[in-house]
Every structure is written in structure tokens, then in C-alpha cells.
């Protein structure tokens, strides 16, 4: 089955500074990779994700780009805002059949205001 | 508010007790997922209805059990609970089986003591 490591485990920085994740995955047939944000005690909510089709993606503030040679994906957060402070999941999943994503075990984001 | 609802928000039980977890997926989402959420285990797929029917089963102990009603709403069983099954219970929904964007319930915080 497909296996996702997600690094650094904690990040922190200053306000304004940028903020990256990265992500390894190991099936090479993954083709969909979402990411969501956690806030303490809410649900995971999708902020952004990039099909195998694509190698980088940007909304606002926040980019994904993709390496399917390297296999891995990384979340990069610019301008980071106190609001930023989260618990940031990758994941990674096969489209077609039964999609079901396999979750990395999460950043933990802190953005020191 | 992702249009996924949970209910109850809290349950504390005891070891050894049942409990059930109900969800109502968005409107017109027709496919409903269960996630445990631990410390140390981070997010785990349990398992995945579509349209009433069983579609994938993840790491799911034969203790759980879930199904989906005619309405669409779903209910996931927890017998013999013990300790280690105190944990986040999420719920997910999406328009299809291979509709890649999941929509994250509020979750029930399940504690066994």
C-alpha cells in the first residue's frame, strides 16, 4: 500500500517569514495529492491540492509543487500570518476506483506573531 | 462549515460499552468515510460507503462496524470500547465513490475510560 512521510514534524517561525512541508509518498500509481489544515480541536479542511498532470499549483499565499521522478510534494506557505497556526496534513491517493488517501502524520506549524 | 454534520460532539463511556456515531453528509454527496484520529496514529481511514453500499474497508477492527442508510446518513459502531479506542472519529463526505475532494465533519471526541 502507499506510505507518505511528512517532515518537519514542527515548524516554527517568525511572522512573515515562509513556511515549507514536504511530503515523500511510495506508489508511483498515486496521482492526486491534497493538503489539508487542522486547527486545534476543528476538522481538517482542504486547502489546496495538485493532480500528477501538474507540477506546481498556487493559491494566494500558498503554492504546492510536485516531483513525480522524486516522488514527493511540498506545501510552501509565504508571508506566514499567526492565523497560519496549524496542524498541516499531505496526503496522497490514487484517482479512479475507490479513492482513499493515505495521510501523512502532520506538521505542526507555529507562526510567532 | 463544510455541510458534513456530526453528532454527538463528545462521549464518555466506559470500557467494555457500545457506542454509535452518526454522520449526515453534505447534500448530494452520495459517499461517506470514517477516520479515527489519534496521538500516536494520526489519521486513519476506517472505512468507506457509497450509495448504501460497502466501498473499501481500511484499518477497521472487527469490534467497529458502520453502515449507510437509505437517506444517506451513516452510523459507525463501536462494541467491547477500550481504552485505546478513545480518539477523534471523523467523518468525510464526497459526490462519488472516485470524487477525489473530501468534505471533514466536525468529528466525535470519544473518550473511554
Redesign the interface.
Known amino acids: 500500500g502507499e506510505n507518505v512521510e511528512q517532515h518537519p514534524s514542527t515548524l516554527s517561525v517568525q511572522e512573515g517569514d515562509s513556511a515549507v512541508i514536504k511530503c515523500t509518498y511510495s506508489d508511483s500509481a498515486s496521482n492526486y495529492f491534497p493538503w489539508y489544515k487542522q486547527e486545534l480541536g476543528k476538522r481538517p479542511q482542504l486547502i489546496i491540492d495538485i493532480r500528477s498532470n501538474v507540477g506546481e499549483k498556487k493559491d494566494q499565499r500558498i503554492a504546492v509543487t510536485l516531483n513525480k521522478t522524486a516522488k514527493h510534494f511540498s506545501l510552501h506557505i509565504t508571508e506566514t500570518q499567526p492565523e497560519d497556526s496549524a496542524v498541516y496534513f499531505c496526503a496522497a491517493s490514487e484517482s479512479g476506483g475507490s479513492y482513499i488517501p493515505t495521510f501523512g502524520r502532520g506538521t505542526s506549524l507555529i507562526v510567532h506573531p | 462549515d463544510?455541510g458534513v454534520t456530526q453528532t454527538p460532539k463528545h462521549l464518555i463511556t466506559a470500557t467494555g460499552q457500545r457506542v454509535t456515531l452518526r454522520c449526515s453528509p453534505r447534500s448530494g454527496d452520495l459517499s461517506v468515510?470514517w477516520y479515527q484520529q489519534s496521538l500516536d496514529q494520526?489519521?486513519?481511514?476506517l472505512i468507506?460507503y457509497?450509495n448504501g453500499e460497502e466501498?473499501?474497508k481500511?484499518n477497521i477492527l472487527e469490534r467497529f462496524s458502520a453502515q449507510q442508510f437509505p437517506d444517506l446518513h451513516s452510523e459507525l459502531n463501536l462494541s467491547s470500547l477500550e481504552l485505546g479506542d478513545s480518539a477523534l472519529y471523523?467523518c468525510a463526505s464526497?459526490l462519488l465513490?472516485?470524487?477525489?475532494?473530501?468534505?471533514?465533519?466536525?468529528?466525535t471526541r470519544l473518550l473511554v475510560l
Open positions: 463544510s468515510y494520526g489519521l486513519q481511514f468507506q457509497y466501498r473499501a481500511g471523523f464526497s465513490a472516485e470524487q477525489e475532494t473530501q468534505y471533514f465533519g466536525p468529528g
